[in-house]
């Protein structure tokens, strides 16, 4: 059973080291954690692409026998996780196409809002896709341009497109990435060797023994060739809206987005959440292994002690889902464990970093329980999520979504437990240092770039909000 958001995907690109695809091999090993569906490879020696795409995970796929057909000193890579597209082989990235100047390949990480209609409309043109993705629009877009440069049909096509997106667009000789002006996902400018190297998180770049040298500017679009890079802006400038969940969930706790240290804002988190909500226990334990920073400051902010009271098997992947009840309990088991002495006969409290649907919590809890706990008391490190996100989360329908429809009350009977709270909008916003460039739709309903259409189909379901349901309020 996986915890209940999926988040797509992870970009890594570099240029200049001859040995680029096995950086690339190690990056993508770093940023595992952003997609566990597909992984792909494309170099290039500046004369012709060499690929390879599999389905599953980068321990399994890249092979020495497969990293030797990839040579060349330019290399972008990509884990696949789906929000848009299904899962299929067609849909794993980097995507590669012909257009009337030579080759270009894409790696994307994020959502484009507007992509139905622009596929549309761009079918009605006599555009033939190939794909279920978001991602090929771009391509397109980029391909049908009249500009007469490459940097400026880019520019061009990312005009047109709404949304989220940090992406690496690779010729046979120049890489190209580029951020949404928005800024919803991360994406990160390093050094390794004193060559250029462009990823979502800065982890990837420790372990190939780089360095990070910046972000990547919300609304930038930076081309890397043999002359060195250059800056375009795509549009112009907007009030950003960094996502932050990547910082309450999604990105690795050693790495640097946004500016912050994943590891930081988290132990503030639950220092925060400490205060705001302490609980009865003996003991705190962390729901392993995003939640364990959160956990940890809450843990010293509360001067209770901090223990290892659930384990997580780390052989068992984030896409360990069964379509059937037994087996998805069976999930929950396989992917976690108590450790019956610490529990046993101890008031506990897990510390979790978000619930959505709760049905992963409520298994906990029960396992918990069932390891002889006394009390349990469940505080999670985010706000209530009360709406579907649209720019690069998996959410669900509101319908879907437990704080939306249910009380405080009815929330700790649902999971089991003997109290329940969570970390407030006021709390998360201290707990960051430019609080105002954030987006918080997730918990407020106040979305940056309008939604897609297929909103109606979420604003107009029949579940709603009970009466009586702790929502954040909206503006």
């Given at each position: 059973?996986?915890?209940?958001?999926?988040h797509?995907?992870?970009?890594?690109?570099?240029f200049?080291?001859?040995?680029?695809?096995?950086?690339?091999?190690?990056?993508?090993?770093?940023?595992?954690?952003?997609?566990?569906?597909?992984?792909?490879?494309v170099?290039?020696?500046?004369?012709?692409?060499?690929?390879?795409?599999?389905?599953?995970?980068?321990?399994?796929?890249?092979?020495?026998?497969v990293?030797?057909?990839?040579?060349?000193?330019?290399?972008?890579?990509?884990?696949?996780y789906?929000?848009?597209g299904?899962?299929?082989?067609?849909n794993?990235?980097?995507?590669?196409v012909?257009?009337?100047?030579?080759?270009l390949?894409?790696?994307?990480?994020?959502?484009?809002v507007?992509?139905?209609?622009?596929?549309?409309?761009?079918?009605?043109q006599?555009?033939v896709?190939?794909t279920?993705?978001?991602t090929?629009?771009?391509?397109?877009?980029?391909?049908r341009?009249?500009?007469?440069?490459?940097?400026?049909?880019i520019?061009e096509?990312?005009?047109?497109?709404?949304?989220?997106?940090?992406?690496a667009?690779?010729?046979?000789?120049q890489?190209?990435?580029?951020?949404?002006?928005?800024g919803?996902?991360p994406?990160?400018?390093?050094?390794?060797?004193?060559?250029?190297?462009?990823?979502?998180e800065s982890?990837a770049?420790?372990i190939?023994?780089?360095r990070l040298?910046?972000?990547?500017?919300?609304?930038?679009?930076?081309?890397?060739?043999k002359?060195?890079?250059?800056?375009?802006?795509i549009s112009?400038?907007v009030?950003?809206?960094?996502?932050i969940?990547?910082?309450?969930?999604?990105?690795?706790p050693?790495?640097?987005?946004f500016?912050?240290?994943?590891?930081?804002?988290?132990?503030?988190?639950?220092?925060?959440?400490?205060?705001e909500?302490?609980?009865?226990?003996?003991?705190?334990?962390?729901v392993?292994?995003?939640?364990n920073?959160?956990?940890l400051g809450?843990s010293?902010?509360?001067?209770?002690?901090?223990e290892?009271?659930?384990?997580?098997n780390?052989y068992?992947?984030?896409?360990?889902?069964?379509?059937?009840?037994k087996?998805?309990?069976?999930?929950v088991?396989?992917?976690?464990?108590?450790?019956?002495?610490?529990?046993?006969?101890?008031?506990?409290?897990?510390?979790?970093?978000?619930?959505?649907?709760?049905?992963?919590?409520?298994?906990?809890?029960?396992?918990?329980r069932?390891?002889?706990?006394?009390?349990?008391?469940f505080?999670?490190?985010s706000p209530?999520?009360?709406?579907?996100?649209?720019?690069g989360?998996?959410?669900?329908r509101?319908?879907e979504?437990?704080?939306?429809?249910?009380?405080?009350k009815?929330?700790?009977s649902?999971?089991?437990?003997?109290?329940?709270?969570?970390?407030s909008l006021?709390g998360l916003?201290?707990?960051?240092?430019?609080?105002?460039?954030y987006?918080?739709?997730?918990f407020?309903?106040d979305?940056?770039v309008?939604?897609?259409?297929?909103?109606?189909?979420?604003?107009?379901?029949?579940?709603?909000?009970?009466?009586?349901?702790?929502v954040p309020?909206r503006?």
């Amino acid at each position: 059973m996986t915890k209940e958001l999926k988040h797509s995907c992870a970009v890594f690109s570099t240029f200049g080291p001859r040995d680029s695809s096995r950086l690339a091999h190690l990056g993508l090993y770093s940023l595992q954690h952003r997609g566990q569906e597909s992984t792909g490879i494309v170099s290039s020696d500046g004369k012709q692409f060499f690929s390879h795409k599999a389905m599953g995970l980068v321990s399994d796929v890249y092979t020495p026998s497969v990293l030797n057909q990839l040579p060349g000193h330019l290399a972008t890579g990509h884990n696949r996780y789906s929000t848009t597209g299904s899962t299929r082989i067609e849909n794993a990235q980097p995507m590669i196409v012909d257009y009337r100047k030579g080759k270009l390949a894409i790696a994307h990480n994020g959502n484009i809002v507007n992509a139905a209609g622009l596929r549309n409309e761009l079918e009605r043109q006599g555009s033939v896709f190939q794909t279920t993705m978001d991602t090929e629009v771009i391509l397109h877009l980029v391909a049908r341009s009249k500009e007469k440069t490459l940097p400026a049909m880019i520019l061009e096509a990312l005009s047109c497109v709404r949304g989220a997106y940090s992406l690496a667009i690779m010729t046979e000789n120049q890489i190209f990435a580029g951020r949404d002006p928005f800024g919803f996902r991360p994406l990160t400018l390093g050094s390794v060797r004193s060559n250029p190297v462009v990823a979502s998180e800065s982890c990837a770049f420790d372990i190939i023994g780089g360095r990070l040298v910046r972000e990547i500017e919300p609304g930038e679009l930076l081309l890397i060739d043999k002359n060195g890079q250059k800056s375009f802006r795509i549009s112009r400038s907007v009030e950003q809206a960094r996502c932050i969940f990547e910082l309450i969930y999604f990105s690795r706790p050693d790495s640097i987005v946004f500016g912050e240290c994943v590891d930081t804002v988290r132990r503030n988190l639950g220092r925060t959440l400490a205060s705001e909500a302490p609980a009865p226990c003996d003991i705190v334990i962390a729901v392993p292994d995003s939640s364990n920073s959160a956990a940890l400051g809450f843990s010293e902010e509360a001067s209770i002690k901090f223990e290892l009271g659930l384990i997580r098997n780390h052989y068992v992947g984030r896409t360990f889902i069964h379509p059937k009840q037994k087996l998805r309990d069976l999930g929950v088991r396989v992917k976690y464990n108590a450790v019956r002495d610490i529990l046993r006969g101890k008031r506990v409290a897990i510390v979790d970093d978000s619930v959505v649907r709760g049905t992963t919590s409520k298994k906990l809890i029960r396992m918990v329980r069932m390891a002889g706990a006394r009390e349990v008391h469940f505080r999670v490190a985010s706000p209530q999520i009360i709406d579907p996100c649209f720019y690069g989360i998996d959410t669900p329908r509101r319908s879907e979504l437990i704080a939306r429809n249910l009380s405080m009350k009815e929330l700790a009977s649902f999971i089991g437990v003997d109290s329940m709270e969570y970390l407030s909008l006021e709390g998360l916003r201290n707990s960051v240092r430019e609080p105002d460039k954030y987006c918080y739709a997730c918990f407020t309903g106040d979305y940056p770039v309008t939604p897609p259409k297929e909103f109606d189909k979420f604003s107009l379901e029949t579940a709603g909000r009970r009466k009586g349901a702790s929502v954040p309020s909206r503006k």
